[in-house]
């Protein structure tokens, strides 16, 4: 999981583009989502996974956040706001999420 978060990150650093970073992004949302739906939010404070409907054509996307005011990072400045909280990872010792949405 560490190998494949390092690669994202990496690749995302690295892109060329602005829609190669959105797709390395998107990996990098992945596996860091995986880690802390496993491991828990070791953080001091609450951190949100968000969903864009809208991001790669409607297939969709999720992304982990501080704050609830949605940041949309693949709309940019276009669709910032665009997307809703889909989960609260609260500060735990273990994985523990409480569900926001169905």
């Given at each position: 999981?560490t190998?494949?978060?390092?690669?994202a990150?990496r690749?995302?650093?690295?892109?060329?583009?602005?829609d190669?970073?959105?797709r390395?992004?998107?990996?990098?949302?992945?596996?860091v989502?995986q880690l802390?739906?496993?491991?828990?939010?070791s953080?001091p404070?609450?951190?949100?996974?968000?969903?864009?409907?809208m991001?790669?054509?409607?297939?969709?996307?999720?992304w982990?956040q501080s704050?609830?005011?949605?940041?949309n990072p693949?709309?940019?400045a276009?669709?910032?706001r665009?997307?809703?909280?889909r989960?609260t990872f609260?500060p735990?010792?273990?994985?523990?999420?409480k569900e926001?949405?169905?």
């Amino acid at each position: 999981m560490t190998e494949q978060i390092a690669s994202a990150a990496r690749r995302t650093a690295a892109a060329e583009d602005i829609d190669a970073a959105r797709r390395d992004f998107d990996e990098l949302s992945k596996a860091v989502l995986q880690l802390v739906e496993t491991f828990g939010n070791s953080l001091p404070d609450s951190i949100y996974q968000i969903h864009c409907p809208m991001a790669f054509a409607n297939r969709g996307a999720d992304w982990l956040q501080s704050g609830q005011e949605v940041a949309n990072p693949y709309f940019g400045a276009k669709m910032f706001r665009c997307g809703e909280i889909r989960r609260t990872f609260a500060p735990v010792d273990g994985p523990q999420v409480k569900e926001d949405q169905p």
